[in-house]
Structure formats: C-alpha cells, structure tokens
C-alpha cells in the first residue's frame, strides 16, 4: 500500500537513493498510485512527499530532472533502503533508462 501527502519543512534522515532521473514522471507516478491530485505535492520544478510505503515513510524531493529518496529522521536505514528501492522501481520504471541511476 502506498500513500503520499505534502511534506514541507519535514526532516530528512539519510539520504537513501539519490540523483534519479526523470523527475517529472516519478512525480506523474506517484500522484497516480497515491490518489493526490496535480500541484498537492508541488510542481515538476520543486515537489517534496512524505510517502508511506507498507509501513516505512520515506521523504522524497524532487524538482528540474533529478530526484531523491531519503528515510524519516530516526529510522531504520535496512528497511528504509529496501522501500526505497521499491518505490525506485514503482516510480521510475517508467522509460528504457529508468535504472540507469541504480
């Protein structure tokens, strides 16, 4: 299960996945598979997500073509970096050179 919702001024942790391509799309995936609608996580230029992905939040950022996963402050960096491996996969399959960054 996946759910997102905005995350201004929230902590970033450790920065679990970073530099990821296609921004844009993630975005495009995420507000998908969350339900959100256009602009509530902010635009293609600067958006950030608190997502919750099966139990493990994860703050994602993004804005011009790049984008980052991180963990909460505090939290397990194992099962951090396993959702944020998911949620690369979920996010950013999108195109032929969606894991080029992994």
């Not at 507000?31 to 997500?49: F, V």
């Not at 909460?72 to 960054?101: I, Y």
Request: overall charge negative; charged content about 25%.
């Amino acid at each position: 299960m996946l759910s997102a919702r905005p995350a201004p001024g929230v902590e970033t942790g450790e920065v679990l996945l970073e530099g990821l391509s296609g921004a844009e799309a993630a975005l495009e995936k995420l507000l998908e598979l969350s339900g959100r609608s256009p602009g509530e996580l902010g635009s293609p230029e600067a958006w950030a997500a608190l997502v919750d992905l099966d139990g493990t939040e994860l703050l994602l950022r993004g804005g011009g073509d790049a984008w980052q996963v991180a963990a909460r402050m505090g939290a397990d960096a194992g099962e951090g970096m396993f959702a944020a491996r998911r949620l690369h996969g979920l996010l950013g399959a999108l195109s032929e050179s969606w894991d080029d960054d992994r």
